[in-house]
C-alpha cells in the first residue's frame, strides 16, 4: 500500500495469526472482497514465535533425550547436540508455513498489506509502519480483530534486558545458557524449561504456587513434574521473583516466599513465563466504540461479534481459551456469519493440551466439575504401564481417565497424561461432541498394539469390565 492512498474492502481482517488468516481464507472462498493487515509475519505468534517452533525443539530435544538414555533397549550412544543447526532447522520448517500461509492467502483472493491497523471510527482505520503513511486509510464494511497475544512481563524483569527472556527470547536463543531461571510453572514455562533441560541446561523453576500446571488436577501435573526433576530441574514453590542485578557470574535473582523468606539464585539467563495478554492496546479501539475488559480482552457473542455490530473479534483477543485451535474456529465462525451463512456448532467442545514430557491433554469435565452440577459420574482408568505399545515406547508413565455419568454412560470428559496425549483427545473430543456413550467407544475395535487401546480400556473399566487393567 502506498503512501496517502485510500483503499475500501468488503471485509477487514486485522492480524494474520491462527484466527486472522483463517477467517480471510474462508471469507475469501465464499466470495468476498477482503483486505489482511499483518505488522509482523503470517501465521501470527503461534507459528512464528509459539506453537510451531517450541514444539520443533520439544521434538529434536526429545529425541535428543531418549538417544540418550535408550540403554535398556540395547542401544548405547554418544549424544552430541549442534543447537545452531537445531535452531536453523526450526527456522526452516516456520519460514516454510508462514510462506504457505502468504501463499494459501493469496490463491484465496485475499489482498495482503503490511502494517498496524489503528481505528480512526467505527468503518475506517490508518495503516502505520511498513512504510505505510500516517494518511493512508482503509474504509471496510465489516472487520475482524484477530491482533493475538504477546507474553506478560513483570516489571523488575523488563525483556528489553540483556538476561531476561521472554518465551520469544528463548525459541530465537542462539545458544543453550549453562543455567537458566524459569519464574512460572505454566505450560510455557514447563514446556521450555524441559526443552532447556534436556539440552544440558541447568534449570529452576519459581513458581507461587504450590505446583506446577495449577490448571490441572494434581495426578495430571505430579507426572509431568516428577519427570522433570528426573531431568534435573529444580522446583520452588510458593515463591515469587522479586529482583535481579548482574553480577560476574551473571545473574542474581532474588526470590521472596509470602511469610517473608528471601533467596538468592546465581544463574545466566531468566526466562519469565508467567502468561499471555491480548494485543489490543495498538488498535485504538475506543475510536470505533469498542471497549475492553481490564485485563484488555474484548467481549464478543458466540459469533465473535463485539458491541460494534459491524466489528468483531477473534482468538486471543477474545479471551480465553487462548488456543490457537480455537481461534481457527471461531475465525471460520465469524467469517460463516458475516458472509449470512452461520454455523449451528451447538456445544463447543474445545479440547487443550500440553507439550510436557509426558504430554498432557483434557477435553470437557473433570470429576468434580461433573459433580458440581449435579451429575453421579462413574469414572474409567488405564494406566499406560499396563500398555504393550507404551511399554514398548519405553514411555509408561501416565494414564487415560474418561468421566461418563452414570446414567447411560454419556462421556462428560477426559483427561489424559502420558505419551502422544495430544493426538488421543481427538477421539475423546469427537465422542463427547457427539454424545457418544462408554459402550460407543468400549465397542469400538482400536488397533493392537496401539495407544489408542489405552481410550478403550479406560472406557471398559468405567463400565466394570475393563480385560487388561484392573476394574
Given amino acids: ?34 483486505t489482511l493487515v499483518e505488522k509482523d509475519a503470517y501465521g501470527g505468534a503461534c507459528l512464528n514465535r509459539g506453537c510451531i517452533p517450541s514444539k520443533a525443539l520439544i521434538t529434536a530435544s526429545d529425541l535428543a533425550e531418549r538417544a540418550k538414555s535408550a540403554q535398556q533397549m540395547g542401544i548405547d550412544a554418544d549424544v552430541s547436540t549442534d543447537f545452531e543447526r537445531m535452531v536453523e532447522w526450526k527456522d526452516e520448517i516456520v519460514g516454510r508455513l508462514t510462506g504457505g500461509v502468504e501463499q494459501l492467502c493469496r490463491t484465496n483472493g485475499v489482498d495482503l498489506i503490511d502494517g498496524r491497523a489503528a481505528f480512526v471510527d467505527e468503518s475506517q482505520v490508518r495503516i502505520e509502519g511498513a512504510g505505510a503513511d500516517a494518511a493512508d486509510r482503509i474504509r471496510f464494511g465489516t472487520a475482524i480483530i484477530a491482533t493475538g497475544s504477546r507474553p506478560m512481563a513483570l516489571p523488575e524483569f523488563n525483556f528489553g534486558e540483556e538476561f531476561i527472556m521472554s518465551s520469544t527470547d528463548a525459541l530465537a536463543a542462539a545458544e543453550i545458557p549453562d543455567r537458566m531461571l524459569t519464574i512460572g510453572g505454566g505450560y510455557i514455562g514447563m514446556e521450555l524449561s524441559t526443552v532447556f533441560a534436556k539440552l544440558g541446561c541447568d534449570v529452576t523453576v519459581v513458581e507461587m504456587l504450590d505446583s506446577v500446571l495449577p490448571t490441572y488436577e494434581d495426578d495430571l501435573s505430579a507426572v509431568v513434574r516428577r519427570r522433570a526433576e528426573d531431568l534435573g530441574v529444580d522446583f520452588d514453590f510458593g515463591t515469587a521473583a522479586t529482583d535481579w542485578t548482574e553480577i560476574k557470574s551473571g545473574v542474581l535473582v532474588t526470590t521472596e516466599t509470602e511469610d517473608g523468606d528471601s533467596a538468592e539464585y546465581e544463574t545466566d539467563r531468566v526466562l519469565v513465563a508467567i502468561g499471555r495478554e491480548p494485543v489490543t492496546d495498538t488498535l485504538d479501539l475506543s475510536n470505533a466504540g469498542v471497549d475492553t475488559t481490564k485485563r484488555g480482552f474484548i467481549d464478543t457473542d458466540k459469533n465473535g461479534r463485539t458491541e460494534q455490530e459491524n466489528i468483531y473479534a477473534i482468538g486471543d483477543v477474545a479471551g480465553d481459551p487462548l488456543l490457537a485451535h480455537a481461534a481457527n474456529k471461531e475465525g471460520i465462525l465469524a467469517a460463516q456469519d458475516i458472509a449470512g451463512e452461520p454455523l449451528d456448532v451447538g456445544d463447543w467442545i474445545v479440547p487443550e493440551a500440553v507439550f510436557t514430557d509426558p504430554e498432557i491433554a483434557a477435553v470437557g469435565m473433570t470429576q468434580s466439575e461433573a459433580e458440581e452440577i449435579g451429575f453421579e459420574p462413574v469414572v474409567g482408568t488405564m494406566p499406560f504401564d499396563a500398555s504393550g505399545r507404551a511399554m514398548t515406547l519405553g514411555e509408561t508413565d501416565g494414564f487415560v481417565r474418561i468421566v461418563a455419568s452414570s446414567d447411560g454412560g454419556a462421556l462428560l470428559g477426559a483427561q489424559i497424561v502420558g505419551p502422544d496425549a495430544s493426538e488421543l483427545v481427538a477421539e475423546l473430543t469427537f465422542a463427547i461432541k457427539h454424545r457418544a456413550s462408554l ?33
Fill in 1 to 34: 500500500m502506498s503512501a496517502s492512498r485510500s483503499l475500501e474492502t468488503d471485509v477487514l481482517v486485522i492480524g494474520a495469526g491462527p484466527g486472522g488468516y483463517v477467517a480471510a481464507i474462508r471469507l475469501g472462498q465464499l466470495g468476498h472482497d477482503v
Fill in 439 to 471: 459402550t460407543d467407544i468400549a465397542e469400538t475395535i482400536h488397533v493392537h498394539p496401539t495407544l489408542s487401546e489405552a481410550v478403550m480400556e479406560a472406557a471398559e473399566n468405567a463400565m466394570g469390565q475393563a480385560i487388561h487393567t484392573t476394574n
